[in-house]
Nanobody
Framework: QVELVESGGGLAQDGGSLRLTCAAS????????IGWYRQTPGKQRGVVAT???????DYGEAVKGRFSISVGNLDNTVNLQMNSLKPEDTGVYYC?????????WGRGTQVTVSS
């Protein structure tokens, strides 16, 4: 079992920035793919950004050029830097980790962007 804990969500203004952190209970070196997804009211959960253990990051079309995913300085953290936030970025952001033996989710953190 892998535990993922998200932090850093909150309220931001249109054009502002937030930084999310996902802390995993295992080293990120054990994780095949780790990333962020978000769920907005009335919509299905969709990909924001992912990064493979040995690869380049991938981004959802809506956030390209504004968000950046990176492995943190600690061996078990992944960060999501969100710049130029828009009201449509509002939602619950979930951390996801895919390992050889399973797929795991955090409980999510709320991000609200006011216009």
């Amino acid at each position: 079992q892998v535990e993922l804990v998200e932090s850093g969500g909150g309220l931001a203004q249109d054009g502002g920035s937030l930084r999310l952190t996902c802390a995993a209970s295992v080293s990120t070196r054990q994780i095949q793919v780790i990333g962020w997804y978000r769920q907005t009211p009335g919509k299905q959960r969709g990909v924001v950004a992912t990064i493979r253990r040995r690869g380049q990051p991938d981004y959802g079309e809506a956030v390209k050029g504004r968000f950046s995913i990176s492995v943190g300085n600690l061996d078990n953290t992944v960060n999501l830097q969100m710049n130029s936030l828009k009201p449509e970025d509002t939602g619950v952001y979930y951390c996801n980790a895919q390992l050889v033996y399973g797929d795991f989710w955090g409980r999510g953190t709320q991000v609200t962007v006011s216009s």
